[in-house]
């Protein structure tokens, strides 16, 4: 048992450093030029991370993940524009009921929760349906998290000229995306993800010439990211109250990014925070959902142990007691629990948290006497 705070092993909100949280003891002026400065050095840094400075526009966005992803759907597809909806998980189907929801026109292609969608897949509908102007897709699925291959349907999407949207929001950070060589309109991430910043904010990487031609399309004001971007190229402000203290803690997030030796770095660690999790849990006989090909080290599934005393609440709170902070499964057919491979974590930290995971699991279910 342990008195400190626990660990969360959870895909945003995550662990951030002491550095981080320190980072957020200011009070900020919105209105001051540090805040501004500050507002300025990370977007330059996040657009640095997938060299995208020539070709596209980082604009952040008060809220959570999905607040950027709307704004996105929203200010870059065309009230006329079709969209083709990508899924294998809830995330996908998430941004099929944002099309629904902002009264875009859209398609859906879904696949089984452990089936990539492939590019033979992209290019067989947009063959089949000239409407589609833009394709949406998620990165990483965190639902499962499985990985799709964004840069194979990326090629098929511009050779058929269409327009890219990717929900990177659990990758962006940790796995390589370079502008250079993937072309999109629009690619979204958060602060609270795997740049170890706090929640609070969405960006958006949009590119130049999408955004120029994007004035009007937003059916709503405070989600205009058209809007956004001119005010804040124009006054070096954000336009409405800035999440001053998550801008602050997401530069010092940022900074220590770049000590650690920045994204190929990141990947090593989660990499290797995915490894030790996996043969922790193999070793303990628990079993996760996706293949290694496809799993991305961001999030790994796990099947609940074969025992009708199992429930998901207890388990929690037993591994909670000894430290750490799981999450439950999202998967309709199976029954699952989600560990997280992201945050300010090592390989270390994974080992002990499979070692509690095994004791909460040791007096309640038979794995161990099997
Ligand atoms: C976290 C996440 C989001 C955003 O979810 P919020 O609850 O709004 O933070 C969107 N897409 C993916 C793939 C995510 O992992």
Redesign the pocket.
């Known amino acids: 048992m342990t008195t400190a705070a626990p660990r969360l092993l959870t895909?945003?909100p995550l662990t951030t450093s002491l550095r981080t949280r320190q980072a957020m003891l200011e009070d900020w002026g919105s209105w001051d030029a540090r805040f501004n400065q500050l507002t300025a050095s990370v977007c330059a840094r996040l657009l640095a991370i997938l060299n995208g400075a020539d070709s596209h526009h980082c604009i952040p966005l008060q809220?959570?993940?999905?607040?950027a992803?709307e704004a996105a759907i929203g200010t870059l597809v065309p009230r006329d524009g079709k969209v083709l909806v990508l899924i294998n998980g809830a995330?996908g189907k998430?941004l099929a009921k944002i099309c629904a929801v902002l009264g875009r026109t859209f398609s859906t292609f879904e696949t089984a929760e452990d089936a990539p969608t492939t590019a033979a897949d992209v290019d067989r509908l947009l063959h089949a349906d000239s409407r589609i102007s833009h394709v949406a897709l998620?990165?990483?699925?965190?639902?499962t998290g499985i990985l799709n291959p964004l840069a194979e349907i990326a090629q098929v999407v511009e050779r058929h000229g269409r327009r890219l949207i990717i929900?990177?929001?659990?990758?962006f950070g940790a796995l390589p995306i370079d502008a250079r060589e993937i072309p999109f309109d629009a690619l979204?991430a958060?602060s609270?993800?795997c740049l170890e910043g706090v929640?609070g904010m969405?960006f958006v990487f949009a590119q130049k010439a999408a955004l120029a031609a994007a004035q009007g399309n937003s059916h709503s004001l405070a989600m205009d990211l058209f809007d956004q971007h001119s005010y804040m190229a124009s006054t070096g402000q954000w336009r409405f109250t800035p999440p001053t203290h998550v801008v602050a803690a997401l530069h010092e997030a940022l900074l220590q990014f770049d000590e650690e030796g920045g994204l190929p770095a990141r990947h090593r660690r989660y990499a290797s925070n995915c490894q030790a999790l996996l043969d922790g849990m193999a070793a303990l006989g628990l079993r996760s959902f996706l293949p290694a090909a496809i799993q991305a080290p961001i999030i790994v599934t796990f099947h609940a142990p074969q025992d009708p005393r199992y429930r998901f609440q207890d388990f929690y709170e037993r591994v909670k007691a000894r430290g750490f902070i799981l999450y439950p499964g999202k998967l309709t057919q199976v029954e699952t629990f989600r560990v997280g491979c992201i945050g300010h974590v090592d390989a270390t930290d994974m080992r002990a948290a499979v070692t509690a995971i095994g004791e909460a699991l040791l007096h309640h279910t038979s794995i161990h006497r099997t």
Do not use: Q, W
């Open positions: 895909p945003g809220g959570s993940g999905t607040f992803v995330y998430r998620v990165h990483c699925e965190t639902s929900d990177a929001m659990s990758s979204i958060a609270g993800k929640p969405g």
